[in-house]
């Protein structure tokens, strides 16, 4: 397993354990609510992050640093990767591979599910690097 994909893995392992739950009816937004240990009284405590998601309204802040925890530690992984083949490479390999970059030939999504900006991109050689070989990589496997 390339070290993007076990950071996204650990990563999602976080996201899965913290205290959260989807609901699109009430019986399932009063079952989430009793798994966090909420009486369905107290919807004032209730967070929503999105998409029918919902947490505590205590656990904001924590969930806000996880995140912000991840990205950290996802670029620190990027400024340590001095020539863009080591994680660099490992991460645009595993997202172009999950944005069909093989398929359709584009790397907007890519870029965009990294959070990516083109100035990013042009500013930083090594994620040029790292990009072109992954491409040259997917690209190589069609032949």
Same mark, same amino acid.
């Given at each position: +397993?390339?070290?993007?994909?076990? +950071?996204?893995?650990?990563?999602?392992?976080?996201?899965?354990?913290?205290? +959260?739950?989807?609901?699109?009816?009430? *019986?399932?937004?009063?079952?989430? +609510? &009793?798994?966090?240990?909420?009486?369905?009284? /107290?919807?004032?405590?209730?967070?929503?992050?999105? @998409?029918?998601?919902?947490?505590?309204?205590?656990?904001?802040?924590?969930?806000? %640093?996880?995140?912000?925890?991840?990205?950290? *530690?996802?670029?620190?992984?990027?400024?340590?990767?001095? #020539?863009?083949?080591?994680?660099?490479?490992?991460?645009? !390999?595993?997202?172009?591979?999950?944005?069909?970059?093989?398929?359709?030939?584009?790397? &907007? /999504?890519?870029?965009?599910?990294?959070?990516?900006? *083109?100035?990013?991109?042009?500013?930083?050689?090594? !994620?040029?690097?790292?990009?072109?070989?992954? @491409? #040259? %990589?997917?690209?190589?496997?069609?032949?």
């Amino acid at each position: +397993m390339n070290s993007y994909t076990t +950071m996204k893995k650990k990563h999602q392992e976080e996201v899965n354990a913290f205290p +959260m739950f989807f609901a699109f009816s009430k *019986e399932q937004l009063y079952e989430g +609510m &009793e798994k966090l240990g909420l009486d369905k009284k /107290d919807t004032d405590k209730l967070g929503s992050i999105g @998409a029918g998601g919902y947490i505590r309204k205590a656990d904001k802040e924590s969930f806000k %640093a996880m995140f912000a925890r991840h990205e950290e *530690e996802r670029q620190a992984a990027i400024q340590a990767d001095s #020539t863009g083949d080591g994680f660099i490479f490992d991460m645009f !390999l595993c997202e172009l591979d999950d944005h069909e970059y093989g398929y359709i030939g584009d790397i &907007e /999504d890519t870029l965009n599910a990294l959070g990516i900006t *083109e100035e990013d991109f042009v500013n930083n050689p090594r !994620l040029v690097h790292g990009l072109e070989a992954a @491409a #040259t %990589a997917i690209d190589s496997r069609r032949y």
